[in-house]
């Protein structure tokens, strides 16, 4: 029944706000430890209506630049989702409680390219008014429009721990993507 209506849902609907979503002051209300919240492992989707993928991140940042509420995330050059990153001009960034660990483990060892992750995991996409996805099931959505995106590049390592780091890691440098906060959700 739930999925019947989600399909019937016009693509504009403000979905965020019919799905137990209550929209958030992020600079007033959000109260996790930003040392710790990506640590814990959230989900990062983008894409269109047509097609878009998510991909679990334990990497990221939140804070201010240029006089903007921004999030950064890293997306390594061989995930799938760095396509739908590079071409769409929003990402949401999303925090589960409930299936928490099973959705975090299946998004972040399988990739979009085998197949349907949010399909096999049985979560909901919806839309915001920009078109950016999410998924029903989060606990909390920040949607974010990039506005810098550059890859890492060595010659500005500074020292052994990104040397180290991408020595021996096979999925590629990682690019940044930092993203002005525009709209944040609540359940
Ligand atoms: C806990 C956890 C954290 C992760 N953090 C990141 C990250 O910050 N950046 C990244 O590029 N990949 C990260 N990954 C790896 C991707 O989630 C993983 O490669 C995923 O399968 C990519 O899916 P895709 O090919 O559908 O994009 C993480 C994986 C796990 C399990």
Redesign the pocket.
Known sequence: MMIALIALAPATMSAQTEHGFKAMAIEQDFAENGFNW?RH?LLLAAGNEQQN????????GIGTLWRKTAVT????EK????QFMDNAQYFTVMAFTDRKEEI??Y???????DGD?AKALNLHTAYTQNGTPYYIEADMVIECRTMYAAPFDPQYFRDEVPRNMYAHFP?GF?TMYIGEVVGAWKK
């Not at 993928?53 to 990221?60: P, Q, Y």
């Not at 998004?107 to 390219?113: E, H, Q």
Request: glycine fraction near 14%; aromatic fraction near 14%.
């Open positions: 990506f492992a993928n998510a991909m679990t991140i334990g990497w990221g995330v890293y997306v390594a995930r799938y989702t760095k975090l483990e998004m972040g060892t399988k990739s979009g390219r992750k999925a990682h």
